[in-house]
């Protein structure tokens, strides 16, 4: 085998996982996930915190780089989404994969040093194109939504 070949196991198991994203949400067992992916009221509340960081971090990129930002509002991002604190780290990695993911790059590790290079990278583009791009996650969410039917959150506050 080549270096170019697939690697046969990593294709059998994207197959399978494939055949396993084709289960309807409501035969999945919820005792067999963990809160965040079981309720889905919770995973709509930390899709909601994802997306309004991006909106905050998107609306200070003028004068602050993203890595900060997405430290510095995440709280913010979550109280308004009605996500806890245990959370939050995970909001901040999710909002952090988006945007490596708007610049093509998928790290394999979303805890290791190619997020950060990746996040780096992405400070060096003009700040109006980072706005524009982490502004797409809301755009992607409802596209997402029609065709994964995840809910959007409710309202923690009504």
């Known amino acids: ?39 889905p009221d919770m ?5 909601t915190a994802v997306e309004e960081l991006l909106a905050l971090c998107a609306a200070n990129l003028e004068h602050t780089r993203l890595r900060v930002c997405l430290a510095q509002f995440s709280t913010e991002a979550c109280a308004t989404a009605g996500v806890t604190a245990p959370y939050y780290a995970l909001v901040e990695a999710e909002a952090a994969l988006f ?3 708007t610049m093509h790059l ?12 990746c996040l780096a990278a992405f400070e060096l583009l003009p700040y109006i194109t980072q706005e524009h791009l982490l502004l797409g996650y809301a755009y992607r969410e409802v596209m997402c939504s029609e065709c994964c039917a995840h809910p959007k959150a409710e309202d923690p506050s009504a």
């Open 43 to 47: 995973t709509a509340r930390l899709h």
């Open 99 to 101: 945007a490596c993911s």
């Open 1 to 39: 085998m080549t270096t170019h070949d697939p690697n046969p196991l990593a294709l059998a198991a994207r197959e399978q996982g494939a055949e396993l994203l084709t289960v309807p949400y409501g035969l999945l067992d919820p005792d067999d996930a963990p809160r965040w992916l079981a309720d």
């Open 106 to 117: 998928s790290p394999h590790n979303p805890l290791g040093h190619q997020v950060n290079a």
